[in-house]
Nanobody, 129 residues
Framework: QVQLEESGGGSVQTGGSLRLSCTVT????????LGWFRQIKGKPEAREKI????????????FYKASVEGRFTISFDHSESKLYLQMNDVEPEDTGTYVC??????????????????WGQGTRVTVSS
């Protein structure tokens, strides 16, 4: 069983930084694709992929949404079993509810949302201009 719990959301001004955390409880000895998604405004069940990374593959893949590449960094700390999203140089368009997700197997650029079987409750990020 996999459990996910986010923290670290809040309000920040344009150009500022914020770090989101997700505590990941999961079986060991396997690779999971871990990721951050953002709920699409007005569509609570619709989410867009922000960043994903493999948990246990040293040669694993990391993918970013084009609009955040170079500003956001996803990482997984095995010792703490926490998934992070470091958000730098944020923009008002980054505002939203960020949700942590996990799915068994390896990440790919086109891995579908349905292939992530576990989701957190989300944490709110508000960027003001």
């Amino acid at each position: 069983q996999v459990q996910l719990e986010e923290s670290g959301g809040g309000s920040v001004q344009t150009g500022g930084s914020l770090r989101l955390s997700c505590t990941v409880t999961r079986p060991t000895g396997r690779n999971d694709c871990l990721g951050w998604f953002r709920q699409i405004k007005g569509k609570p069940e619709a989410r867009e992929k922000i960043a994903v990374t493999d948990s246990d593959d040293p040669d694993g893949s990391t993918f970013y949404k084009a609009s955040v590449e170079g500003r956001f960094t996803i990482s997984f700390d095995h010792s703490e079993s926490k998934l992070y999203l470091q958000m730098n140089d944020v923009e008002p368009e980054d505002t939203g509810t960020y949700v942590c997700a996990a799915g068994f197997g390896y990440c790919s650029i086109d891995r579908a949302l349905d292939d992530f079987g576990y989701w957190g409750q989300g944490t709110r990020v508000t960027v003001s201009s």
